[in-house]
């Protein structure tokens, strides 16, 4: 199946600071990634689109100046999340379908987040 | 709004046991449902999808079934072994737009050797 790749799988910041996590279609190429957020015992919730070239789609409640969506190729997606606190602490994971047709949805390894 | 239920929430078995695990959503407009596993602490796994048109599908001990009309879909887990210890995902794509998923909370499964 087709690989999608996320990086850093986990990462720890101070509380104020910024954290980019990376997702990339390693042998595939995706107009449109997904980003979901997965807190304990909860299922995950998608975010936001993530559309080649234009602007991200947020889902109501995410604030879109806090989550910064990039795609600036059809094989990378960035999530930046700014000014981060602790209630940000969560699991954050991309996902992406070939772009000719693809139907199945390929999830990248999940990033840990925590903020101190 | 396409609201996605798993159940049992938790399950622990003896190895060798045939499982099911179960699905209900709420909104018959569907693309697809897909099974995945996740590993504590990790990503995803896709195990199976199913097509809205199809029935079934089956890979190895795992066969997924769907009834798009009635809203289910079963996953049966043959002879099971400690290694399928994880939390099951079921996830539905709808039809149009983005085709947007929605997960369940997952089933968490524990396999007793």
């Known amino acids: 199946g087709a690989v999608v790749s996320q990086h850093p799988s986990r990462v720890i910041c101070k509380s104020g600071t910024s954290v980019k996590i990376e997702c990339r279609s390693l042998d595939f190429q995706a107009t449109t990634m997904f980003w979901y957020r997965q807190f304990p015992k909860q299922s995950l919730m998608l975010m936001a689109t993530?559309?080649?070239?234009?602007?991200?789609?947020?889902e109501q409640g995410v604030e879109k100046d806090k989550f910064l969506i990039n795609h600036a190729s059809l094989t990378l997606s960035t999530l930046t999340v700014t000014s981060a606190h602790p209630e940000d602490s969560s699991f954050y994971i991309c996902?992406?379908?070939?772009?000719?047709?693809?139907?199945?949805?390929?999830f990248g390894q999940g990033t840990r987040l925590t903020v101190v | 709004k396409q609201e996605v239920t798993q159940i049992p929430a938790a399950l622990s078995v003896p190895e060798g046991e045939n499982l099911v695990l179960n699905c209900s959503f709420t909104?018959?407009?569907?693309?697809?449902l897909q099974w995945f596993r996740q590993d504590p602490g990790k990503g995803l796994t896709s195990l199976l999808l199913?097509?809205?048109?199809?029935r079934e599908q089956t890979s190895g001990r795992l066969n997924a079934s769907l009834d798009k009309s009635s809203g289910r879909s079963t996953l049966y887990i043959a002879a099971s072994q400690p290694g399928d210890s994880a939390t099951y995902l079921c996830a539905v794509r709808r039809t149009g737009g983005y085709q947007k998923v929605t997960f369940g909370i997952g089933t968490k499964l524990q396999v007793i050797p």
């Open positions: 909104d018959s407009a569907i693309y697809n």
């Open positions: 199913i097509q809205s048109s199809q």
């Open positions: 996902s992406a379908s070939p772009q000719a047709g693809g139907t199945e949805a390929f």
């Open positions: 993530s559309n080649e070239g234009s602007k991200a789609t947020y």
